[in-house]
């Protein structure tokens, strides 16, 4: 049986008398590539902030490694931290800071580590990320909307995380931008033997990289399965998302997808 790096339980996430979610239940599983997608409001990225601890709910529990996230303080927060990265929507890079200081910044958290070792790991990592090696010294305003988000993902895989989350990860990229970066991340998986949580609403990057897609929609995750599924779920946001018109452009371009 699979084991499920990632479980949520009865999750309940509630900004006064707005519930986003409520008894909401999903799993993670170690090597997969899950794409959780859901209409405006269904509260995506609220759910990907709660796992990392970011946002307190309300009720339930978001259990991580096999670790209790709301019970862990201190050092031992710390060091389950260090098993995972983020990506988040728009990279959230440090201007001040050029690409190699970046990914170099949760580098700094290793202690004894010396500056010019520092230094040569986050070059790695930006090369990892697929940016060539002048982009080391490139600031945040120079880069492109696609450099941006490699930077962020070369500072995600900083610490080799177990975990890696991406919110929304090839928003804002034309389809060769967003096919390459869908491309990397199915190479990262599999070279790093990484899991991945993904928000995403590119119907394109489901078909390519996701190997099961969890929705969100009434207030909970309605349904989990891998895109044949989906396409036999009888439920009106699921069937109009997985059937309409964009749907079939992408069942027809396919992008290359899994042949």
């Known amino acids: 049986m699979t084991e499920n790096v990632i479980e949520v339980r009865g999750l309940r996430n509630q900004f006064g008398s707005h519930v986003v ?4 239940d999903m799993d993670l599983r170690r090597g997969e590539i899950l794409g959780v997608v859901g209409g405006s409001g269904t509260g995506k990225s609220v759910l990907l902030r709660s796992i990392v601890g970011l946002n ?19 050092p031992a927060r710390e060091a389950l931290e260090r098993r995972w990265g983020v990506l988040f929507q728009n990279g959230a890079l440090f201007s001040s800071l050029n690409v190699r200081e970046n990914v170099e910044v949760p580098l700094r958290a290793v202690p ?8 040569a790991l986050a070059e790695l990592k930006v090369s990892m990320a697929g940016l060539p090696w002048l982009a080391n010294d490139k600031y945040p305003s120079d880069l492109s909307g696609g450099m941006k988000k490699r930077a962020g993902l070369a500072r995600a895989l900083a610490l080799d995380p177990e975990i890696v989350f991406l919110d929304e990860p090839t928003a804002g ?3 060769i931008g967003a096919d390459a970066f ?19 609403h590119d119907l394109d990057t489901l078909h390519t990289c996701c190997d099961r897609i969890a929705v969100l929609a ?6 989990t399965g891998t895109m044949a599924e989906m396409l036999e779920v009888d439920h009106p946001w699921v069937h109009e998302y997985f059937h309409g018109p964009r749907a079939r452009a992408a069942t027809a371009s396919d992008r290359g997808g899994k042949e």
């Open 21 to 24: 979610h409520n008894n909401l």
């Open 56 to 74: 307190r709910p309300a009720a339930g529990t978001v259990r991580v490694l096999g670790q209790d996230i709301a019970t862990l303080s201190g």
């Open 112 to 119: 004894d580590l010396p500056p010019e070792t520092r230094s």
């Open 173 to 175: 990229l034309d389809p």
């Open 182 to 200: 869908d491309r990397l991340i199915l190479e990262l998986r599999d070279s790093l033997n990484l899991s991945v949580f993904m928000v995403t």
């Open 218 to 223: 009434e207030k909970r995750v309605l349904t």
